[in-house]
T-cell receptor, first 112, second 115 residues
């Protein structure tokens, strides 16, 4: 079946550090891939997406590249800020379903 | 994009009672979904709300416990029935256009506490 696996958190970083949150997936065919962010007390917001192999999604300094050969979609940011502290969810949408499948989420804590 | 309004934003309810959560989308969307998010956990899909027909429930969720309505393309309700403390959670409404590459949009969530 379709599934998403994320690295466990929390990830704790100092401001301006480099961030990587790993995400790998299992899916039939070629899914679309998404990263969502959830700030405390809020719903989920789309951060970025990629719909085909080798696509790079980017937004607000975050990037993720759709790697079909490694079935991965790792989230990166070169220099995190305190305001990036949130929970990040990797998700996929497979071709044979209209549902989004979410990973378990990774909490990021950035300290000044 | 779509803006989703969900209400109430939070509630504290007595066990044995029911709560209905409303979800309004500001544009016509094809698909609407209801998720549950327990504290510190990921999202679990409860059901897909189908316009004019019965919702499609995921394994472990049943209509008697979580009746869902969707009378038109922009509105849906989820009722949590005969509540127990185990139902304390955040309930999230989501909407998505039909195209496969589109993202889902989420409401702010309803934080439910059952006492």
């Amino acid at each position: 079946g379709n599934s998403v696996t994320q690295m466990e958190g929390p990830v704790t970083l100092s401001e301006e550090a480099f961030l990587t949150i790993n995400c790998t997936y299992t899916a039939t065919g070629y899914p679309s891939l998404f990263w969502y962010v959830q700030y405390p007390g809020e719903g989920l917001q789309l951060l970025l997406k990629a719909t085909k192999a080798d696509d790079k999604g980017s937004n607000k300094g975050f990037e993720a590249t759709y790697r079909k050969e490694t079935t991965s979609f790792h989230l990166e940011k070169g220099s995190v800020q305190v305001s990036d502290s949130a929970v990040y969810f990797c998700a996929l949408s497979a071709r044979n379903t209209d549902k989004l499948i979410f990973g378990t989420g990774t909490r990021l804590q950035v300290f000044p | 994009s779509a803006v989703i309004s969900q209400k109430p934003s939070r509630d504290i309810c007595q066990r044995g009672t029911s709560l209905t959560i409303q979800c309004q989308v500001d544009s016509q969307v094809t698909m609407m979904f209801w998720y549950r998010q327990q504290p510190g956990q990921s999202l679990t899909l409860i059901a897909t709300a189908n316009q004019g027909s019965e919702a499609t429930y995921e394994s472990g969720f049943v209509i008697d416990k979580f009746p869902i309505s969707r009378p038109n393309l922009t509105f849906s309700t989820l009722t949590v029935s005969n509540m127990s403390p185990e139902d304390s959670s955040i309930y999230l409404c989501s909407a998505r256009a039909m195209a496969l590459n589109t993202e889902a949009f989420f409401g702010q969530g309803t934080r439910l506490t059952v006492v």
